[in-house]
């Protein structure tokens, strides 16, 4: 007689990772996840309320991949290793990007999170105000730049002119983007992801003179 494991909430998450990542948010239903685990539905609430709670724990298991930062540590490299640990989640699992700041009820590893990326920031220094500025726009450049990572019509392995064909560009007719095309996405070196320090830099350096203007005000 083959013995089942046991459900636990970590099992049905994890299930619930797995339908998300193969169809996105929308393809996520208490009967798909127990479909993915071969269980009936029913089995399921024992470990979770109903679908917004199913949500909310998907929501605690993606920051618990992100992972607290070190209030203690220098607030710059703090944001930058956060910065990349969010892309690379947000990345492997683009359903996150709709439903990380999303939840009403967050669980204790999204407290967590948004606690010690406070910390981290009003411990460096930062004004109250500031740093939930510095919050906001770093996720908000993070979570936008993996939008348009993921969705890109353009991979580093494409012919840079096969795509312009297949998408119907007149390069004639728009100068500036011919410029760009010509010196930069279709050099040989060229990729979008090397992008992402570029503008985390660009923002890194306009906090640190925000945080100097503060202190000096």
């Known amino acids: 007689m083959v013995r089942r494991t046991a459900l636990t909430r970590d099992r049905v998450l994890e299930a619930a990772c797995v339908v998300a ?14 479909k993915e685990l071969g269980v009936e539905a029913m089995s ?10 199913l949500l909310d724990g998907l929501a605690d298991w993606a920051f618990a991949e992100i992972e607290p930062v070190d209030i203690d540590r220098p607030w710059r490299e703090a ?12 990345a492997a699992h683009p359903w996150t990007l709709g439903m990380l700041e999303s939840r009403r009820t967050p669980g204790r590893r999204v ?16 004004p109250i105000r500031l740093a939930g500025h510095a919050f906001s726009v770093l996720d908000a450049y993070v979570f936008g730049f993996v939008l348009t990572e993921v969705n890109l019509p ?29 010196e930069v996405v ?3 070196d060229y990729a979008y992801g090397d992008e992402f320090d570029i503008g985390l830099g660009m923002i890194l350096d306009q906090l640190e003179v925000r ?7």
């Open 79 to 90: 944001m930058i290793d956060r910065a990349h640990a969010s892309r690379r989640v947000t």
């Open 111 to 126: 407290l967590e999170y948004h606690d010690s990326v406070l910390g981290c920031l009003r411990r460096s220094g930062f």
């Open 186 to 188: 279709g050099a040989s």
């Open 211 to 217: 945080l100097a203007q503060a202190r000096i005000g």
């Open 44 to 53: 399921l609430y024992h470990h979770v309320r109903n679908k917004d709670d």
């Open 21 to 34: 990542d193969r169809g996105g948010l929308h393809a996520l239903s208490m009967r798909s996840v127990a």
């Open 154 to 182: 353009l991979q580093p392995a494409d012919d840079i002119d096969e795509v312009i064909e297949d998408m119907a560009i007149p390069l004639t007719e728009y100068p500036y983007m011919a410029e760009f095309i010509g």
